[in-house]
C-alpha cells in the first residue's frame, strides 16, 4: 500500500535529509520510503501536499488526558489550588467511564492539533477498571500514545501486582505502549525509587519522574546511582546548573511545560540553561485545566521567554523540542519525530495558504511564531490518514461531546463545586 505526498514544502528535521522548498514524501506500508523534489509513483495514493507544509508530527511526551473534562476552569489556579480541585475534590468522583471520555477526548483532541505520539502521564488510579479504560481509551484514538501509569497516585503499593498486570495488557509492538511514572525523591524514599527503577528496567519500560521547584533531588539520585538514561524528569525548575549536567551525563531527558510553570509559580522555564547544561530539552502541554492543549502555544511560550531572557534559542530549536528530540526522550526515535526513509509516515500537513501565515517565507520560522492548531490540514500517523480536510477521519465526535459533558456535570455535582467560573479550590494552609 503506498501513499504520495506530493507538491508540499518540506521541514524534515534531519539533517541528512534537509529541507525541499517543492518536495514529495513516499510512503509504503506505512513506512517513509522515500523523500526528494520528485518522486515518480503512479501506482500511490495521492495526496496534493501543495501549499501545504510538511513536517513530522509533535511529540508531546507528557499529558494528563484525565482531566479533559475540565478543561479551563483552572486557568487562574496556583499549583496548591490545582492540587487541592483535580485531586482532593474531583478525583474521588471519577468512574472507569469518565477516565475514559477524557482520555479520548483529550487524545483526540491532541490529534486534531497535530501531536502523533504523546506520553499519557495517568495518576488517575483508584481501581484496575479506571487503568484499563485509560488504556482502552488510548487504544480507540487512532494515534501512537504511551500509557505512563503513575506510581504512589492511587495504586496500591508497591506497585509491581499493578504495573505487571498493565504490561501484560500492552505487550508487542502496537501503537500503544506503555511507561511507568516513577514517585521520586520529592514523594517518597530512594529505596522504593530504586525498586520502581528495578521493577521497569526488567519489563522494559521507560520511566517518567515529575520533579517540580525543590532542588536537591537528582543530586540524590545520582549519590544513589539512580540516574538513568531511560528516564525523563519532567518540570525540574528549581534545579541547579549542577544536577543538570548530573542529567545530561546520565543520558536522561527533560520535559518542560512553560505555560503550566510560568502561570502556576514554578518559575522559568529550564529551556537555555539545559541547554547549557548539555541537554536536549523537549516540551509538553501537561493540564489542559490550566492551559491550552496544543504545541504551538507551548512553543511560543518557551521561544519568548528565553528569548526575553538571554536571546537564545532560534525557532528550528523549538521544532526538535517537539519532534526529535522529544521522541527520543520517549526511547521512539528509531520509529518517529522526523521525515526519515525507514521512519514510520507520522506526518502532518500545515496550511501554508491560511491568512494567519500566509505568505510562508520561512517555514519553521512561521510555525513557531504564528502557527495554531487551524493549520492542521492532514494527520498521517503510521501511515494512515487519521485526518483529512481539517477533519478526523471516522470519529463521532457529537456522541463524545454529549458524553464528557455528562461526566463533567456528573462529576462535579459529586464534588460539590461550581461550573460557573467561581471556582477557587483553597489550599490548606501550613
Same mark, same amino acid.
Given at each position: 500500500?503506498?501513499?504520495?505526498?506530493?507538491?508540499?514544502?518540506?521541514?524534515?528535521?534531519?539533517?541528512?535529509?534537509?529541507?525541499?522548498?517543492?518536495?514529495?514524501?513516499?510512503?509504503?506500508?506505512?513506512?517513509?520510503?522515500?523523500?526528494?523534489?520528485?518522486?515518480?509513483?503512479?501506482?500511490?495514493?495521492?495526496?496534493?501536499?501543495?501549499?501545504?507544509?510538511?513536517?513530522?508530527?509533535?511529540?508531546?511526551?507528557?499529558?494528563?488526558?484525565?482531566?479533559?473534562?475540565?478543561?479551563?476552569?483552572?486557568?487562574?489556579?496556583?499549583?496548591?489550588?490545582?492540587?487541592?480541585?483535580?485531586?482532593?475534590?474531583?478525583?474521588?468522583?471519577?468512574?472507569?467511564?469518565?477516565?475514559?471520555?477524557?482520555?479520548?477526548?483529550?487524545?483526540?483532541?491532541?490529534?486534531?492539533?497535530?501531536?502523533?505520539?504523546?506520553?499519557?502521564?495517568?495518576?488517575?488510579?483508584?481501581?484496575?477498571?479506571?487503568?484499563?479504560?485509560?488504556?482502552?481509551?488510548?487504544?480507540?484514538?487512532?494515534?501512537?500514545?504511551?500509557?505512563?501509569?503513575?506510581?504512589?497516585?492511587?495504586?496500591?503499593?508497591?506497585?509491581?501486582?499493578?504495573?505487571?498486570?498493565?504490561?501484560?495488557?500492552?505487550?508487542?509492538?502496537?501503537?500503544?505502549?506503555?511507561?511507568?511514572?516513577?514517585?521520586?525523591?520529592?514523594?517518597?524514599?530512594?529505596?522504593?525509587?530504586?525498586?520502581?527503577?528495578?521493577?521497569?528496567?526488567?519489563?522494559?519500560?521507560?520511566?517518567?519522574?515529575?520533579?517540580?521547584?525543590?532542588?536537591?533531588?537528582?543530586?540524590?539520585?545520582?549519590?544513589?546511582?539512580?540516574?538513568?538514561?531511560?528516564?525523563?524528569?519532567?518540570?525540574?525548575?528549581?534545579?541547579?546548573?549542577?544536577?543538570?549536567?548530573?542529567?545530561?551525563?546520565?543520558?536522561?531527558?527533560?520535559?518542560?511545560?512553560?505555560?503550566?510553570?510560568?502561570?502556576?509559580?514554578?518559575?522559568?522555564?529550564?529551556?537555555?540553561?539545559?541547554?547549557?547544561?548539555?541537554?536536549?530539552?523537549?516540551?509538553?502541554?501537561?493540564?489542559?485545566?490550566?492551559?491550552?492543549?496544543?504545541?504551538?502555544?507551548?512553543?511560543?511560550?518557551?521561544?519568548?521567554?528565553?528569548?526575553?531572557?538571554?536571546?537564545? #534559542? @532560534?525557532? !528550528?530549536? $523549538?521544532?526538535?523540542?517537539?519532534?526529535?528530540? /522529544? *521522541? &527520543?526522550?520517549?526511547? =521512539? %526515535? +528509531?520509529?518517529?519525530?522526523?521525515?526519515?526513509?525507514?521512519?514510520?509516515?507520522?506526518?502532518?500537513?500545515?496550511?501554508?495558504?491560511?491568512?494567519?501565515?500566509?505568505?510562508?517565507?520561512?517555514?519553521?520560522?512561521?510555525?513557531?511564531?504564528?502557527?495554531?492548531?487551524?493549520?492542521?490540514?492532514?494527520?498521517?500517523?503510521?501511515?494512515?490518514?487519521?485526518?483529512?480536510?481539517?477533519?478526523?477521519?471516522?470519529?463521532?465526535?457529537?456522541? #463524545? @461531546?454529549? !458524553?464528557? $459533558?455528562?461526566?463533567?456535570?456528573?462529576?462535579? /455535582? *459529586? &464534588?460539590?463545586?461550581? =461550573? %460557573? +467560573?467561581?471556582?477557587?479550590?483553597?489550599?490548606?494552609?501550613?
Amino acid at each position: 500500500m503506498k501513499t504520495l505526498l506530493t507538491g508540499g514544502t518540506v521541514v524534515s528535521m534531519d539533517p541528512s535529509v534537509g529541507d525541499l522548498a517543492r518536495g514529495d514524501v513516499l510512503i509504503e506500508d506505512g513506512v517513509i520510503v522515500e523523500v526528494a523534489a520528485r518522486i515518480d509513483a503512479p501506482d500511490a495514493e495521492m495526496i496534493d501536499a501543495t501549499d501545504r507544509i510538511v513536517m513530522p508530527g509533535f511529540v508531546d511526551n507528557h499529558r494528563h488526558t484525565w482531566q479533559t473534562a475540565f478543561r479551563g476552569v483552572g486557568a487562574d489556579w496556583t499549583f496548591p489550588e490545582w492540587a487541592v480541585a483535580m485531586h482532593g475534590t474531583v478525583k474521588p468522583h471519577y468512574q472507569p467511564e469518565d477516565v475514559y471520555a477524557g482520555t479520548l477526548l483529550g487524545r483526540l483532541e491532541a490529534l486534531h492539533s497535530g501531536v502523533t505520539t504523546m506520553l499519557d502521564w495517568y495518576h488517575v488510579a483508584q481501581t484496575p477498571e479506571h487503568e484499563d479504560a485509560a488504556v482502552a481509551a488510548l487504544r480507540d484514538a487512532p494515534g501512537r500514545s504511551i500509557f505512563c501509569l503513575g506510581a504512589g497516585w492511587g495504586t496500591p503499593d508497591p506497585v509491581d501486582a499493578a504495573v505487571r498486570r498493565v504490561r501484560a495488557d500492552l505487550t508487542g509492538d502496537g501503537l500503544v505502549t506503555m511507561a511507568l511514572g516513577l514517585r521520586g525523591p520529592e514523594a517518597t524514599d530512594l529505596d522504593t525509587v530504586a525498586r520502581e527503577l528495578e521493577l521497569a528496567a526488567g519489563l522494559g519500560l521507560r520511566t517518567s519522574m515529575h520533579v517540580d521547584v525543590v532542588g536537591g533531588a537528582v543530586a540524590d539520585l545520582r549519590e544513589h546511582g539512580l540516574l538513568r538514561d531511560t528516564t525523563t524528569f519532567v518540570h525540574g525548575n528549581g534545579l541547579g546548573d549542577e544536577e543538570l549536567r548530573m542529567l545530561a551525563d546520565a543520558g536522561s531527558s527533560l520535559s518542560i511545560s512553560p505555560d503550566v510553570e510560568l502561570k502556576m509559580g514554578f518559575g522559568s522555564p529550564m529551556t537555555g540553561r539545559a541547554l547549557a547544561a548539555g541537554l536536549r530539552p523537549t516540551l509538553s502541554v501537561d493540564d489542559v485545566p490550566s492551559v491550552g492543549g496544543d504545541m504551538f502555544s507551548t512553543m511560543r511560550t518557551a521561544f519568548a521567554v528565553q528569548r526575553g531572557l538571554d536571546g537564545g #534559542l @532560534r525557532s !528550528r530549536e $523549538l521544532l526538535a523540542f517537539t519532534t526529535v528530540d /522529544a *521522541a &527520543a526522550s520517549c526511547g =521512539l %526515535d +528509531g520509529r518517529t519525530g522526523s521525515i526519515t526513509p525507514g521512519k514510520d509516515a507520522d506526518v502532518i500537513l500545515l496550511r501554508a495558504d491560511d491568512l494567519t501565515v500566509f505568505p510562508v517565507t520561512d517555514p519553521a520560522a512561521t510555525i513557531v511564531s504564528a502557527g495554531h492548531p487551524g493549520l492542521i490540514d492532514t494527520v498521517l500517523v503510521a501511515g494512515r490518514v487519521v485526518k483529512r480536510d481539517g477533519v478526523l477521519v471516522d470519529v463521532d465526535l457529537q456522541t #463524545l @461531546r454529549t !458524553r464528557l $459533558l455528562e461526566s463533567r456535570d456528573r462529576i462535579a /455535582a *459529586a &464534588a460539590g463545586v461550581p =461550573l %460557573d +467560573g467561581t471556582w477557587r479550590p483553597q489550599p490548606v494552609s501550613e
